[in-house]
């Protein structure tokens, strides 16, 4: 589904991205580890298409299709999503108005169907607040999982879902991540993928992710299970986890 090919990036002649390869297939969730300033969220803002990060070399392609010149409005139609890890407020938007944008977008509108989705994630009385404005740190990630679904991308990028989120909303992020990335269906079945950035790892005590990446100082360092690769951070941190022979 998304393919990232020997991408090098900059931002304010900036190197942030060093040759970086990852293959996500479809009906893959994959798990992006690393230290403060490794790249991750640049990976993230350059596949969504952020204006700022200058590709130096390197392509993305999405469902065979190269990306790598396209305008981020127009990634976002063909079913590229994302959940920042600190999203902007938007003054003088209700969080209504742009779930109302998103659904139109895929053919269909009404109030019940809108009402349904807040539910899920208990935001139905901040539908008639402009988006994350004065929002908490969880209510914000609510709100950003809520505009997913709204939009039902097929390719999910999510930047830290699990921080700022107390113990009692994680098992609902959790439980709303796994519908939006359809993992409750057999692998066969799937038809979405996700990448996913995490520093502490909650969230795979509530998503079953199928590999993992260490990315340290701009490029990917290694892979494995992500769980494997967790315990190794735990107890060796990130440079003992890619020295590591296992």
């Known amino acids: 589904m998304i393919e990232v090919k020997n991408l090098t990036v900059s931002i304010e002649d900036k190197l942030v991205l060093k040759d970086v390869n990852l293959h996500i297939k479809q009906g893959e969730t994959i798990i992006l580890f690393g230290p403060n300033g490794s790249g991750k969220t640049s990976l993230l803002k350059t596949i969504i298409g952020i204006p700022g990060y200058r590709i130096e070399s390197g392509r993305i392609f999405f469902n065979n299709m190269d990306i790598t010149e396209l305008a981020m409005d127009k990634r976002a139609k063909l079913g590229i999503g994302i959940a920042f890890q600190r999203p902007p407020a938007v003054r003088g938007v209700k969080l209504r108005d742009i779930l109302r944008i998103c659904i139109e977008k895929r053919g269909y509108f009404n109030e019940e169907n809108l009402n349904e989705l807040a539910n899920k994630l208990n935001l139905l009385n901040f539908l008639e607040r402009d988006i994350n404005l004065g929002f908490s740190g969880g209510e914000i990630k609510r709100s950003e999982l809520l505009q997913l679904l709204a939009q ?56 079953n992710a199928d590999r993992g990446y260490v990315m340290m100082n701009g490029t990917i360092s290694c892979s494995g299970n992500p769980r494997d690769l967790l315990e190794d951070i735990r107890t060796e941190g990130f440079e003992g986890c890619v020295t590591c022979p296992r």
Do not use: C, Q, W
């Not at 796994?178 to 520093?199: D, P, Q, V, Y």
């Open 152 to 207: 039902d991308p097929s390719f999910i990028m999510l930047d830290e879902p699990d921080s700022g989120v107390d113990l009692v909303n994680i098992n609902l992020v959790g439980k709303v991540i796994n519908e939006l990335l359809e993992r409750e269906k057999m692998a066969s079945r799937r038809k979405k993928a996700g990448l996913i950035i995490t520093h502490a790892g909650y969230i795979l005590d509530y998503v």
